[in-house]
């Protein structure tokens, strides 16, 4: 069973940082590309950042509101990926959720439960 956990919410103030964490168990976590996705209330989920596998050169993307203050990472060893978020402003305010995508069987993927971040002072 395919299981996607995150960890690392929380409420922070503008300004602040959080690494998000989303262990992965039940798969080959190296063939996956593994992205961050986000949603606000009222709001549709975001694409945030997606970090490919190695057969695509670990090739990453973001979302252009948080380029340059959030960077995802992972750990093959460890099947985790990582969302550093740092100049964190209230507009960050969301549920993230990681997600697993197979990197040659698209219909096969996953969604992590969610972990909430708040951005307020």
């Known amino acids: 069973q395919v299981q996607l956990v995150e960890s690392g919410g929380g409420l922070v103030q503008p300004g602040g940082s959080l690494r998000l964490s989303c262990a992965a168990s039940g798969l080959i976590f190296s063939s996956y590309h593994m992205s961050w996705y986000r949603q606000a209330p009222g709001k549709q989920r975001e694409l945030v950042a997606t970090?490919?596998?190695?057969?695509?050169?670990?090739?990453?993307n973001y979302v252009d509101s948080v380029k340059g203050r959030f960077t995802i990472s992972r750990d093959n060893a460890k099947n985790t990926v990582y969302l550093q978020m740092n100049s964190l402003k209230p507009e960050d305010t969301a549920v993230y959720y990681c997600?697993?995508?197979?990197?040659?069987?698209?219909?096969?993927?996953?969604w992590g439960q969610g972990t909430q971040v708040t951005v307020s002072s």
């Open positions: 970090i490919t596998t190695i057969t695509n050169s670990y090739g990453i």
């Open positions: 997600h697993a995508r197979h990197m040659t069987v698209s219909s096969r993927d996953y």
